[in-house]
Nanobody, 120 residues
């Protein structure tokens, strides 16, 4: 059993910053890619950023230069530093990880989501 728990969402004014965290726990053998997705009301879930185990990163065009994804492999944790936030960044942010556990080969796991609201 593997769980992903996000934290760090909230309400912030335009131009502000937030840092999201996502910790994986359970019977983990190893974690491949970790990433962040978001879903705004009435829209499809979209990729925000992804990071490989060796720290190679990829970002959505809309967040390049403003968001930074990082991870701590020793803590099985991924972070998303969000700067210069815009109202259009408002969404529920979901953590994702490709995890090899004691009971299963690599499988796709999701966190429960954390709300980010950018508004004045």
């Amino acid at each position: 059993q593997v769980q992903l728990v996000e934290s760090g969402g909230g309400l912030v004014q335009p131009g502000g910053s937030l840092r999201l965290s996502c910790a994986a726990s359970g019977s983990i053998v190893s974690i491949n890619a970790m990433g962040w997705y978001r879903q705004a009301p009435g829209k499809e879930r979209e990729l925000v950023a992804v990071i490989s185990r060796t720290a190679s990163t990829n970002y959505a065009e809309s967040v390049k230069g403003r968001f930074t994804i990082s991870r701590d492999n020793a803590k099985n944790t991924v972070y998303l530093q969000m700067n210069s936030l815009k109202p259009e960044d408002t969404a529920v942010y979901y953590c994702n990880a490709i995890v090899r556990s004691l009971s299963r080969p690599f499988d796709n796991y999701w966190g429960q989501g954390t709300q980010v609201t950018v508004s004045s």
